[in-house]
Nanobody, 127 residues
Framework: QVQLVESGGGSVQAGESLRLSCAAS????????MGWFRQAPGKEREGVATIDTYGATRYADSVNGRFTISRDNAKNTLYLQMNSLKPEDTALYYC?????????????????????RGQGTQVTVSS
């Protein structure tokens, strides 16, 4: 099991940006599908973005073009750059990781089912 610790959440105005970070306790990016998912009060969890072992990225339609997932292998850190934030992006954001048999299975909808996850970081966007 790997420990994942998120940081970087906060309160911003609509249109502003935030960058979330997720520090992993060991080097897992060469074997793990990594992703971010979020959960807003009263709503189901939503997979936001994933990056597979080859570095291919995929996004939910709701964030495509505004969010960018990336990783720094040397720092064992995953990132989520969030631009043009909207009030509907307000949620608790989780970093998650797990093994997938094929990179094609590393998709945003699968982010909520990845085995290892952090405690979450709150993002609040006001209008």
């Amino acid at each position: 099991q790997v420990q994942l610790v998120e940081s970087g959440g906060g309160s911003v105005q609509a249109g502003e940006s935030l960058r979330l970070s997720c520090a992993a306790s060991r080097n897992i990016f060469h074997t793990y599908c990594m992703g971010w998912f979020r959960q807003a009060p009263g709503k189901e969890r939503e997979g936001v973005a994933t990056i597979d072992t080859y570095g291919a990225t995929r996004y939910a339609d709701s964030v495509n073009g505004r969010f960018t997932i990336s990783r720094d292998n040397a720092k064992n850190t995953l990132y989520l750059q969030m631009n043009s934030l909207k009030p509907e992006d307000t949620a608790l954001y989780y970093c998650a990781g797990g093994v997938r048999s094929f990179p094609s299975l590393c998709i945003p909808k699968a982010a909520t089912t990845l085995t290892d996850r952090g405690q979450g970081t709150q993002v609040t966007v006001s209008s």
